[in-house]
């Protein structure tokens, strides 16, 4: 493999930290809501690893490749596509044409799930797709778990011939999304490169009888550790398991979102960046209550970036609760963290606690 395009997608996961759930449709709201480009940050930590590894990249103009490619140090690269001034999903596939064009035998690229959707439109399983997480969701398979395990993949096939897998590109509604509904399709099959432990799985949902008991089991437990604190502040996250919880306390919950409770009291809903720094100044203890996303594996990182760094860091990695049901972990042979902050990824060690029922709990390995 000697000839990689690289594309970024220069406002992929601005929505996620302000709470939109999303950027598609939403630049504009998600700058007036204060939100920080993070794409570009997120490719140049794939690419400073990359330095002196034997690859020619073609990629775009500006912001959409050339400017990180030459902040990491990289000078192999030839730009075959002038990006517009505001870049758009046109640009993307474009792009991607031209890649095509120049014969490139791989795309790299750094954005979420609506980027490979675009760039699929143009390959579909001709030519291997493999993404840098940056967006607020990615449910695709595509992906790697974080910006180094991309580096990790691609240095691999600069040795031995990539493996490589068919992996599912989800289409997820924004729209439906941010009122509270997950609509998830596939959307097909590209060719992606697979490395034990540094890609990540398409999201699964599980519904069934089984799982609804284990849920409310989960729920019950919990319900009773916050009545039993009512000193602590709970911020629950998003998901069907977590809403367990929620119910058997008596509250609604914000279903994607993430909602504040204490004492058994709903305090806030639907809770940014902001609004979770505004609450935890006034906190004495908090505890985090997140679900982990099915057969991928994800605990933060993937529609939870409202709990940023700088959010984590007040809560501490120690009072982070992790629940699942048995049926999501027999599906989900490792878990990750990827909150952009690798020394607060690597303060989870290498085993999570995961309640799985009524006072049970399955260690599950971080990968």
């Known amino acids: 493999m000697n000839t990689i395009g690289f594309l970024i997608n220069p406002v992929a996961g601005m929505g996620g930290a302000v709470g939109l759930k999303g950027t598609d449709g939403m630049l504009a709201e998600a700058v007036r809501r204060g939100a920080r480009p993070i794409a570009a940050s997120r490719a140049r930590e794939t690419m400073e690893l990359l330095k002196g590894a034997p690859f020619r990249y073609v990629t775009c103009s500006g912001p959409m490749g050339e400017d990180v490619l030459a902040a990491a140090g990289i000078s192999d690269f030839s730009v075959v596509y002038r990006a517009s001034p505001v870049t758009t999903a046109e640009d993307t596939r474009d792009a991607c044409r031209a890649f095509v064009d120049e014969r490139a035998e791989m795309i790299l ?24 997480p940056a967006g607020v969701k990615m449910y695709s398979a595509v992906f790697a778990v974080n910006p180094p395990a991309a580096a990790a993949i691609l ?18 509604d924004e729209e439906a999304y941010r009122a509270g509904e997950l609509r998830a399709r596939l959307y097909g099959y590209a060719k992606s490169p697979y490395l034990p432990g540094h890609v ?14 284990a849920k409310a089991g989960i729920g019950r437990f919990i319900a009773e550790v916050i009545r039993g604190t009512p000193e602590i502040l709970y911020i629950i996250g998003p ?3 977590t809403g367990a919880i929620t119910r058997a306390l008596g509250l609604e919950k914000t279903l994607l979102g993430f909602d504040a409770v204490q004492d058994g009291r709903l305090v806030a809903s639907d809770l940014n960046e902001q609004g979770m720094l505004a609450l935890l100044s006034g906190a004495a203890r908090v505890r985090l209550v997140i679900s982990i996303i099915g057969a991928q594996g994800s605990v933060l990182g993937r529609g939870t970036q409202q709990v940023s760094p700088r959010v984590l860091q007040k809560i501490g990695t120690g009072n982070v609760i992790v629940v699942a049901t048995p049926h999501k972990l027999a599906e989900t042979p490792l878990l990750f963290v990827d909150t952009g ?20 709990a399955q260690r599950k390995k971080i990968g």
């Open 155 to 172: 240095l691999s096939g600069a040795t031995f011939p990539l493996h490589l897998r068919d992996a599912e590109v989800m289409d997820v």
């Open 341 to 360: 902050d690798r020394e607060l990824d690597a303060a989870f060690g290498d085993h999570l606690s995961v309640v799985s029922g009524y006072h049970i």
């Open 239 to 241: 998901g069907s398991t």
């Open 200 to 213: 990540q799985g398409a999201k699964r949902v599980f519904e069934d009888q089984d799982e609804d008991r």
């Open 109 to 132: 690229f750094c954005g979420g799930d609506g980027t490979a959707r675009d760039l699929y439109d143009v390959v579909s399983d001709t030519i291997p797709l493999l993404g840098i």
